[in-house]
């Protein structure tokens, strides 16, 4: 744990990004609930139908409600143009924004339902405008309850926005995604601590506002309000000085999905265009599906990606047309969209596989998925959650007519851990993967070649293929990681003793091959 | 010549759905009068009075407020025009008492002064020093007297008050009343007093009306219902207060013999 403080520290640009983003959601929340708020005091149906919104949004998962926001804004476009961004800070903001609404809205509706009525009689009596109403008396009566909600919605919030690193924002949630992923506890608990100690200082500062407010103590609350702008002008300061001085150079943002074989290939690319000269972003932890658009769209430039997953999922097709083939369609379908561009392939495949514990593989006498199919009613499969869904699951369970006892998800880090201690008989491993060798696992034949093969692919957005220097640049790593170099890399990061950050991973590789 | 009245109805109505809570009410009240609009609870007696600052709207009829109709004014300008005091006080718990005081010239974009204030406290018989308190901190009948403050700020020449010691004990309820009647004279105001309390009526008013099902069914002096008339509502509501204050009379013999 020695390196857990300088993880911590390391955290600046996540702070601040957290921060605005959080800042901007609970502000957005406010601008939203307040109106509607006052309007619902006016109108009983617009109550009900404000809160009634208000809740059932609060019913979606958070990570649902982010994840949906890509769809929605891909849709916008049709109305707001290209340029419209589908990923990042705007989907964040609009999913928070909407999940801040309830508390805020709740609060400012129940504290106006529970005004003495003989404050308002008399606001009335001595001739007050409704607006002077709303200004000089149920504002400042509602102000200390409103404050409440407003402190709600701040610590969802901030606990909620972790869960934007899934659709490209940059947030406190990428060390605890990344440290999930490999398996790095250090990087979570940094994660978790930062978070949850911004929660709790917006907490604190909000809750001196809102008692300011009850008390009716101006220093209190101003000098809150003074603390909370303060903190905002920091995170914003720290996000945007470096543009500000100039070092904002055209940057070349490069997508990562969920595994640790993503976050290293980000960075052995992400290293190589530095080298050139670039300015590199890193997009990590994005969903898979989201991935592929994203790339397309331009919201990054880079991506890797695979050939069975694009062939099955983006493409719609079924079937396995072989290694080879159903590469080459993969480029020409590429080329008639002419949105991204195959660069081309690393030279390893991380193709979906099924493993077994060496030693369980002997006493049940599997060497491959037609022995499996044998006793497999009597076993347990662990997948990660997208693989049960893929059609790769459903056609190798038709090919060889496979009936599992129990089929369990797990992240990817887990699914290995649930083999060596049982929890599973029989995992969707993947080839790359370095656990394999470690872990002396059996990887079994697939006689009737039902799993299409996962060539490791070079996807190129709509700016970076027109980038000749780019091109050029990343040209050295096609062809140039076979298998055991990518497993090895894989390894470095995922094994529990003496574990390599996916950057030091990355420049190994580099080395390995040459670069 | 008689003087033109301070406050006219002129064939008042209100109805809640089947129920005519005020019907058909006429009535003429000159300046310096003050009356006590009596009846039991529902008569309509508060309904009548809200008619006068539009907290109530009148569905038949008009109510002239110094021979011009109250329909025709603008509605924050008209209660501005009239004090207006009610059972919940309704003070601003927000503000302090000064500020209480001081809201309805403000609205008017008028800034009371501190001399102001205390003139106004010191005729409700409270220390000026009171105007830098919150009402949280002032007892029931400080806080009515500051209600009664907030209603002459506007130098209003009509003080509208609806059961405006209903919530308060009976001590601070009588040196209250008196408080009012004597700057009802000081203030040549003129004032319409709601109250269910006939005993209030008949010691603190000049002119007591009776109502009784949205109409008014007596409408006399205090002495001439005393005396036995205004009718059989009328001699109920009287008959109470008298019969308390002959039992109270002969026991307070009978404790001296």
Avoid at chain 1, 9 to 22: C, I, K, R, T
Avoid at chain 1, 431 to 445: F, H, K, N, P, Q
Wanted: glycine residues 10%.
């Amino acid at each position: 744990m020695s390196d857990f403080w300088p993880l911590l520290l390391g955290l600046g640009d996540e702070l601040a990004a957290h921060v605005l983003l959080s800042a901007a959601a609970i502000g957005l929340g406010i601008a939203m609930a307040l109106p509607l708020a006052v309007w619902a005091g006016r109108s009983e149906s617009v109550a009900r139908v404000a809160l009634g919104f208000a809740s059932l949004v609060q019913t979606i998962p958070a990570l649902a409600l982010l994840a949906l926001f890509f769809p929605i804004l891909l849709s916008l476009r049709a109305v707001f143009g290209e340029g419209l961004p589908t990923l990042g800070f705007l989907p964040a903001l609009l999913a928070l924004a909407l999940y801040a609404l309830l508390p805020i809205l709740r609060n400012a509706v129940t504290a106006q339902a529970n005004l003495d009525p003989g404050v308002i009689e008399a606001a009335d009596g001595v001739g007050m405008s409704r607006w002077q109403k709303l200004r000089l008396v149920e504002a400042p009566l509602a102000a200390p309850f409103v404050m409440a909600g407003i402190r709600t919605a701040a610590v969802w919030t901030i606990g909620a926005a972790t869960l934007s690193t899934t659709i490209g924002q940059q947030s406190l949630g990428d060390p605890i995604f990344a440290g999930l992923q490999t398996q790095n506890w250090a990087l979570v608990l940094a994660g978790c601590l930062a978070s949850a100690g911004l929660a709790l200082s917006a907490d604190l500062l909000l809750g001196l506002i809102e008692r300011g407010f009850a008390q009716r103590r101006r220093a209190l609350w101003l000098g809150g309000m003074v603390a909370v702008l303060l903190g905002i002008a920091a995170a914003l300061a720290a996000q945007f000085a470096p543009a500000l001085r100039g070092d904002a150079r055209d940057t070349v943002v490069i997508g990562a999905k969920q595994f640790s074989e993503q976050y290293i290939l980000a960075r052995l690319i992400g290293q190589q265009l530095e080298r050139a000269g670039y300015a590199v972003e890193y997009r990590d932890g994005l969903g898979s599906a989201v991935v592929h658009s994203a790339v397309t769209s331009g919201a990054i430039d880079i991506a890797i990606d695979y050939t069975g997953t694009l062939w099955t999922n983006q493409m719609g097709r079924e079937g396995n047309p072989g290694r080879e083939a159903m590469y080459q369609a993969i480029v020409e379908w590429k080329r008639d969209t002419g949105e991204a561009r195959v660069l081309g392939r690393l030279g390893f495949e991380n193709a979906y596989a099924f493993a077994m514990r060496e030693d369980r593989a002997q006493e049940l006498g599997v060497r491959s998925l037609a022995d499996l199919a044998r006793v497999a009613p009597r076993l347990t499969v662990g997948g990660d959650p997208e693989f049960f869904e893929r059609p790769e699951w459903a056609a190798v369970r038709e090919a060889y007519g496979l009936r599992f006892a129990r089929q369990r998800n797990f992240s990817a880090t887990f699914m290995y851990n649930a083999l060596r201690s049982g929890g599973a008989d029989v995992i969707s491993a993947y080839t790359s993967d370095g656990r394999i060798a470690a872990d002396r696992l059996v990887v079994l034949e697939d006689p009737r070649g039902a799993l299409p093969s996962y060539d490791a692919l070079i996807l190129l957005g709509p700016e970076a293929r027109r980038d000749e220097k780019l091109v050029e640049t990343l040209q050295p790593l096609l062809g140039a990681i076979d298998v055991e170099a990518m497993r090895e890399a894989n390894f470095a990061v995922d094994r529990e003793d003496d574990k390599r950050s996916p950057a030091q991973a990355a420049r190994a590789l580099a080395q390995r091959i040459g670069l | 010549m008689t003087p033109a009245p301070a406050l006219e109805f002129d064939r008042v109505g209100r109805r809640y759905g089947a129920i005519r809570a005020v019907d058909g009410v006429s009535l003429s009240i000159a300046p310096g009068e003050f009356v006590a609009l009596v009846g039991a609870s529902g008569s309509g007696k508060s309904t009548l009075l809200k008619t006068v600052n539009r907290l109530v709207v009148p569905d038949a009829g008009r109510v002239l407020y110094e021979g011009e109709d109250t329909a025709s004014l603008p509605l924050a300008a008209l209660r501005r025009k009239l004090g207006y005091v009610f059972q919940g006080i309704g003070l601003f718990p927000h503000l302090t008492v000064g500020e209480n005081i001081a809201i309805g010239p403000r609205l008017a974009g008028e800034r009371l002064g501190r001399e102001r204030i205390a003139q106004l406290l010191e005729r409700v018989e409270l220390e000026p020093g009171m105007a830098a308190r919150l009402p949280e901190a002032l007892s029931g009948g400080q806080r009515q007297r500051v209600g009664v403050a907030r209603a002459l700020a506007g130098e209003p020449h009509l003080l509208l008050m609806d059961e405006p010691f209903g919530a308060l004990d009976p001590v601070t309820r009588a040196a209250l009343g008196n408080t009012v009647r004597e700057l009802h004279e000081r203030l040549a105001l003129t004032t319409v007093m709601v109250t269910h309390d006939m005993a209030e009526a008949l010691l603190l008013a000049s002119r007591v009306l009776v109502m009784d099902g949205g109409k008014i069914v007596a409408d006399e002096a205090p002495h001439a219902l005393l005396a036995g008339r205004g009718g059989a509502v009328a001699q109920e509501l009287v008959a109470v207060p008298r019969d308390q204050a002959g039992r109270l009379a002969q026991m307070t013999r009978e404790g001296a013999a």
